[in-house]
């Protein structure tokens, strides 16, 4: 896999320093002597949006478009390289909620189970692709079309770092693109990736060894001496 012009808004983080307690608070820590009044506000909204949904209500879609779909759009490109391609996914993916929202059972939050489908979707069309590939034995296709790509790093850094996430598992890439570049929780991408909590957890750990030890400079002889 080449390099996947990624979207990234740099710097990724992926320094081996242990994040300060509290970097990433969970709803339900926000305060400890009562409930949590922008979660509350969520669930609120989230609920409201799967009941439109589930009626029909169009102004339930463009809402839920409005809310989330420039972030769709954005885990899709990160995942697919490409942003006609990502289009294509958010798409087929309202599409696809509209045909199963009857089988929404809200065991998880309706905005993670319509971020599963945005997934999943990428990783159909990630697989068509692969078999089209084989098919036409086409090397010109082995790169994905490069993106425009958020400034603040270097390019050299950029390029480096692509390389070395384009060499992660499929899961370690994912959860890292998903927690450290989208924000997500790891709850949200156990959601989505249909894994535990821990899973992701510890799938976001060695994906962070990984690309570190891609990463940094080899020692040279003389440092190792001493």
């Not at 997500?184 to 990984?210: C, D, P, V, Y």
Request: hydrophobic fraction near 35%; proline fraction near 5%.
């Amino acid at each position: 896999m080449g390099t996947m012009g990624l979207a990234l808004p740099w710097k990724a983080r992926i320094s081996s320093t242990p994040r300060e307690r509290g970097t990433r608070v969970e709803p339900s820590e926000h305060f400890a002597g009562g409930p949590n009044p922008a979660a509350m506000d969520a669930v609120s909204e989230d609920a409201a949006l799967a009941a439109g949904c589930r009626s029909g209500d169009l102004r339930a879609y463009e809402r839920l478009y409005a809310m989330h779909g420039a972030r769709m759009k954005n885990v899709a490109r990160n995942v697919l390289g490409s942003a006609v391609d990502a289009e294509d996914a958010v798409q087929e993916t309202f599409l696809k909620v509209q045909r199963s929202i009857a089988g929404f059972r809200g065991q998880s939050s309706f905005v993670t189970w319509t971020y599963r489908i945005l997934i999943n979707t990428c990783y159909d069309a990630r697989r068509s692709r692969l078999r089209k590939r084989e098919v036409a034995n086409d090397d010109s296709a082995e790169t994905p079309r490069p993106e425009p790509r958020a400034p603040g790093a270097h390019p050299s850094l950029r390029m480096a770092l692509e390389r070395a996430l384009a060499k992660l598992t499929q899961h370690q890439r994912d959860v890292f693109l998903l927690y450290e570049v989208e924000g997500f929780r790891h709850a949200e991408i156990a959601g989505m990736l249909e894994m535990t909590e821990t899973a992701s957890k510890n799938t976001l750990f060695q994906a962070k060894k990984n690309l570190r030890q891609m990463l940094e400079p080899p020692r040279s002889s003389g440092a190792e001496k001493r």
